[in-house]
C-alpha cells in the first residue's frame, strides 16, 4: 500500500496561520481526511472530503489539495487547537485505508 | 448521534489471541453503506487502520494484517468484534472501533469514535 508524508512537528505562534502538509501518490486519485488528536483523547475528525468542514468544526480549520499534496490550514490558531494532526486517504489501489505519520503541532 | 464503546481485556499474553468487542449506540450495524473498522495506535506512534467490517458481513482488512484478523457481528447486540492472533508486543497499542459513513469511493470519513481501549502483552 502507498504512504502519506506528514511533517513531525510544526509550530505556530498564538493568532496566527500555519498549513499543515500530507503528501502521497494516493491523493491525486483519493481525497484528504484530517483529523486532530488531543492527549489521551480519539481523534475527531475536522476536514473530509479534501476541504469540508463537519458540524461543530470551527471555520479557521480549512483544506485544500493540489497535486499529491493535501493541506491543513488553521488560520488565526488558537491554544485549543495545539494537537496531533492525522490525515487520512485509501491507498492507491482503492482497497486500504492509509494515515499519515502526523504532525504534533504546538501553539507559542 | 451514534455512540461506540470498546471493551475487552487490557492484558494478553504473547503468542495468544486478543479478542475485542464494540458496543453500538443511537444507530444500527446492519445499516447501508455504513462500515464499522478498527483502528490501533502503539503508544506515542500514529494511527493504524486494521479493517472493517459492513453489510450483511463482509469484511476488508490491511494487508499487513490479513493473516492474523478476523472482524466479525453480530446484529441481534448491535456489536463487532476483532480477534487478533499471535499477539507480540508490536501488537501493543491503543484499539479504536470508529464508524465510517461509506458516503463516497474517494474518501474515508471516520465521523464517530470509541474512546479506545489500552491493550498491553506481556507475559
Known amino acids: 500500500s502507498s504512504e502519506l508524508t506528514q511533517d513531525p512537528a510544526l509550530s505556530v505562534a498564538l493568532g496566527q496561520t500555519v498549513r499543515l502538509t500530507c503528501r502521497g501518490d494516493s491523493l491525486k486519485t483519493f481525497h484528504a481526511t484530517w483529523y486532530q488528536q488531543k492527549p489521551g483523547q480519539a481523534p475527531v475528525g475536522v476536514i473530509y472530503d479534501t476541504d469540508k468542514r463537519p458540524s461543530g468544526i470551527p471555520d479557521r480549520f480549512s483544506g485544500s489539495t493540489s497535486g499529491n499534496t493535501a493541506s491543513l490550514t488553521v488560520t488565526g490558531t488558537q491554544a485549543e487547537d495545539e494537537a496531533d494532526y492525522y490525515c487520512s486517504s485509501r491507498d492507491r489501489t482503492g482497497n486500504d485505508v492509509i494515515f499519515g505519520g502526523g504532525t504534533k503541532l504546538t501553539v507559542l | 448521534q451514534v455512540q461506540l464503546k470498546e471493551s475487552g481485556p487490557g492484558l494478553v499474553k504473547p503468542s495468544e489471541t486478543l479478542s475485542l468487542t464494540c458496543s453500538v449506540s443511537g444507530g444500527s450495524i446492519g445499516s447501508d453503506r455504513v462500515y464499522w473498522s478498527w483502528i490501533r495506535q502503539p503508544p506515542g506512534k500514529g494511527l493504524e487502520w486494521i479493517g472493517y467490517?459492513?453489510?450483511?458481513?463482509?469484511?476488508k482488512y490491511n494487508a499487513s494484517l490479513q493473516s492474523r484478523v478476523t472482524i466479525s457481528s453480530d446484529p441481534s447486540k448491535n456489536q463487532f468484534s476483532l480477534k487478533l492472533t499471535s499477539m507480540t508486543a508490536a501488537d501493543a497499542a491503543v484499539y479504536y472501533c470508529?464508524?465510517?459513513?461509506?458516503?463516497?469511493?474517494?474518501?474515508?470519513?471516520?465521523?464517530?469514535w470509541g474512546q479506545g481501549t489500552l491493550v498491553n502483552v506481556s507475559s
Open positions: 467490517i459492513y453489510h450483511r458481513g463482509s469484511t
Open positions: 470508529a464508524r465510517e459513513a461509506g458516503t463516497s469511493p474517494f474518501y474515508v470519513w471516520f465521523d464517530s
